[in-house]
């Protein structure tokens, strides 16, 4: 079986071709702020996110809890236990109903052996989830708590995928958005209802982000904020 050529990459249907992996793949249903898994169970299963949204977060030693990143439908998640790290080192919530396959480690391994389609779509999984690890970075290096909000939203609301804009559903609340760009509560709503009140943003109930928002970004017309 050849490999599918980049172009055709994004024709490659994951969710079926999983169907196919009969042994060690499970279905699972979880309920909106139950865990996939938590920091510190042990890591033998790789997930893929059919259907809604997972927080992932890490706690320190002192108790304090990060978000680390959302999990969008489509994406994988918990892919640390293909490098056998025996412990997974943070946890996976639903922030909302969400459908999940779980594939054991060892039949994900033979799979990605197999099917050239799916190494190949799981590469480019891993290239994606790098490059916005590297962008984060710096972005809390050298980007206000402004601008690391505004590329939050845009981020959430799948710019730059496709060019369609979407509402973040379900709503993130600014205490979770707070921890993901490393400032207060406070800093996030100041800023919400500043981009809410210039037409770059509307939310009630769900948040909706403009291209103005887009555009102010591109054009580093947001206003650099020396407070976090």
Do not use: W
Request: charged letters at 20%; proline letters at 4%; one cysteine or more.
């Amino acid at each position: 079986m050849g490999a599918v050529p980049s172009s055709n990459l994004a024709k490659f249907d994951p969710t079926a071709f999983l169907d196919k992996i009969c042994s060690g793949r499970k279905l699972l249903k979880i309920p909106r702020g139950h865990c996939v898994f938590a920091q510190g169970n042990p890591a033998n299963t790789l997930f893929f996110l059919q259907q809604g949204k997972i927080k992932l977060t890490v706690v320190n030693d002192a108790g304090k809890e990060a978000v680390v990143g959302i999990v969008d439908a489509g994406q994988f998640f918990g892919e640390g236990c293909l490098t056998r790290q025996p412990l997974h080192t943070g946890s996976a919530c639903a922030l909302q109903d969400c459908v999940v396959i779980a594939i054991a480690r060892k039949a994900m391994i033979a799979a990605l052996r197999l099917y050239p389609e799916l190494a190949e779509m799981f590469i480019s999984f891993l290239l994606g989830r790098i490059g916005r690890f590297e962008a984060d970075l710096i972005d809390q290096l050298f980007h206000s708590s402004e601008q690391r909000l505004a590329r939050l939203l845009l981020t959430m609301a799948n710019y730059g995928r496709d060019g369609t804009p979407l509402p973040i559903i379900p709503k993130v609340s600014q205490e979770t958005m707070a921890e993901m760009i490393g400032t207060t509560r406070s800093r996030v709503s100041h800023f919400m209802n500043k981009f809410r009140k210039a037409g770059l943003i509307a939310y009630d109930g769900e948040i909706v982000v403009y291209p103005a928002l887009l555009q102010a970004v591109l054009n580093d017309n947001l206003q650099a904020e020396q407070h976090v």
